[in-house]
T-cell receptor, first 113, second 115 residues
Framework: AQSVTQLDSQVPVFEEAPVELRCNYSSSVSVYLFWYVQYPNQGLQLLLKYLSGSTLVKGINGFEAEFNKSQTSFHLRKPSVHISDTAEYFCAVIVFGNEKLTFGTGTRLTIIP | DAGVIQSPRHEVTEMGQEVTLRCKPISGHNSLFWYRQTMMRGLELLIYFNNNVPIDDSGMPEDRFSAKMPNASFSTLKIQPSEPRDSAVYFC?????????????FGPGTRLTVL
């Protein structure tokens, strides 16, 4: 079975500073990888996804992530954060041919003015 | 497109009462998912349907929970009887097999409080 680990439950970052949210996965078969964002009192929204091809994936709101197969990682990055990026971020995987998303426990990103 | 629609947005009920949560998926999507989110357990998949047929209900906590999808545009999640530990935010999501393969679109959620 596949699993997703987000080691950082909370990440405080100063406004306009860079940020990296870590995600590692475990699976014996190939997977698709996703990052979702949840703003306060809202549902989840897709930030970006890796299906195949280039390992550097760009998403909405200036976020990007890099798939590293050897390290089984899919870390999320943004070069300069804004107050509006305050949210909870979830990494998730789907095994090829399946439809069940397995989510990590989430990382709460807090932007300090 | 209206997105995934859930109702009610908030529900407060007393222990022992029946609760019904509703979901309308995005038109044309053929898969529908019910999730529960709590502080303690995070996001849990309860059940999912494909073409209105339940495929995997292994996440349903116990017999008090049931879900139906009578047609492609409507699904319900029912809890009977409800208990305080069922308090959570319940999300519905849908997906379709187009270019955005396997992307799930989430509704705004129903916040359930059982007193």
């Amino acid at each position: 079975a596949q699993s997703v680990t987000q080691l950082d439950s909370q990440v405080p970052v100063f406004e306009e500073a860079p940020v990296e949210l870590r995600c590692n996965y475990s699976s014996s078969v190939s997977v698709y990888l996703f990052w979702y964002v949840q703003y306060p009192n809202q549902g989840l929204q897709l930030l970006l996804k890796y299906l195949s091809g280039s390992t550097l994936v760009k998403g909405i709101n200036g976020f990007e992530a890099e798939f590293n197969k050897s390290q089984t990682s899919f870390h999320l990055r943004k070069p300069s954060v804004h107050i509006s990026d305050t949210a909870e971020y979830f990494c998730a995987v789907i095994v090829f041919g399946n439809e069940k998303l397995t989510f990590g426990t989430g990382t709460r990103l807090t932007i300090i003015p | 497109d209206a997105g995934v629609i859930q109702s009610p947005r908030h529900e407060v009920t007393e222990m022992g009462q029946e609760v019904t949560l509703r979901c309308k998926p995005i038109s044309g999507h053929n898969s529908l998912f019910w999730y529960r989110q709590t502080m303690m357990r995070g996001l849990e998949l309860l059940i999912y349907f494909n073409n209105n047929v339940p495929i995997d209900d292994s996440g349903m906590p116990e017999d008090r929970f049931s879900a139906k999808m009578p047609n492609a545009s409507f699904s319900t999640l029912k809890i009977q009887p409800s208990e305080p530990r069922d308090s959570a935010v319940y999300f519905c999501a849908s997906s379709g097999k187009e270019a955005s393969y396997n992307e799930q679109f989430f509704g705004p959620g129903t916040r359930l409080t059982v007193l």
